[in-house]
């Protein structure tokens, strides 16, 4: 019997490849035996990722292209099917926040800065938007295919000091659930969109909002963790079993699902 779970020899492309959480997704895909490819602009990082990614024995291709420019985006498309000749996954991981988008903490809404919130919101909805209508018309020819954006803690209540990336990543959240349903209705249940929302986890962007210069916690990392019942943050790699769950055949009638991996945050009241 064939397992649910296999993705051998299927084609992933990973936004933000270069990035910690892009890298990190693509090497569960390699060691999982899809073929990957990975997209950035930042040159330097995207080739150190490929060579990292190629000791692992898997096939990656490394295409430097930005997830705001459709006409680089077409022409990756071009090089992926020349090669490899199909696109099974998209994992829209490119995103994030800039510091200018963050609210100090002596600061209020009144004070933030427009083109940064600006900047924030069109880095991670365009971000997503353009990737799913390049690689995803690819899908739509084939009639298969499985999307998967990544979302946030940030959208299921209010989180203070990250307008930007709140709003953002809730556009992201209705954007999965209207694509899932029209790729479905016009284009048959072989294609599927779904989306990941991580809890917290401590990476370069939140490294110092979340811990003090001693490693200690941060008085806002208190709160996160009372309100975690796992009382505990997460590690990126426990991300890597939901999106090859979200890509094979195990999730064949899942799509448009928001899919929480944050220890119960969005679970628990904190009663």
Do not use: H
Request: hydrophobic share 45%.
């Amino acid at each position: 019997m064939n397992d649910l779970f296999d993705i051998t020899g299927k084609v992933a492309v990973v936004t933000g490849g270069a990035g910690v959480l892009g890298s990190n997704i693509s090497r569960r895909l390699v060691k999982a035996g899809a073929r990957v490819a990975i997209v950035d602009i930042r040159k330097e990082q995207l080739d150190a990722r490929q060579e990292e990614l190629k000791e692992l024995g898997g096939e990656v291709m490394a295409l430097e292209g930005s997830v705001l420019d459709i006409d680089a985006l077409d022409k990756v498309s071009s090089q992926i099917l020349e090669k490899w000749g199909k696109i099974d996954f998209l994992i829209n991981a490119a995103g994030g926040n800039l510091p200018g988008a963050t609210l100090d903490v002596d600061q209020s809404f009144f004070d933030m800065d427009m083109s940064d919130f600006n900047a924030v919101t069109d880095l991670n909805m365009n971000g997503t938007i353009l990737p799913c209508m390049v690689f995803g018309k690819v899908m739509a020819d084939q009639k298969y295919g499985s999307i998967i954006n990544v979302s946030s803690m940030a959208t299921y209540s209010a989180i203070t000091r990250v307008p930007g990336y709140s709003v953002a990543k809730t556009g992201i959240n209705i954007f999965t659930k209207w694509l899932a349903s029209e790729v479905a209705l016009k284009f048959g249940e072989g294609i599927r969109v779904n989306a990941i929302a991580p809890g917290f986890f401590i990476g370069d962007q939140n490294r110092k909002v979340l811990l003090n210069e001693d490693g200690s916690l941060t008085e806002r990392s208190e709160k996160v963790i009372g309100r975690t019942p796992m009382k505990r943050f997460g590690n990126l790699d426990e991300l890597n079993g939901a999106v090859q769950f979200l890509c094979s055949d195990a999730a064949s009638f899942i799509t448009g699902v928001i899919l929480p991996i944050d220890g119960g945050f969005s679970a628990f009241s904190g009663v």
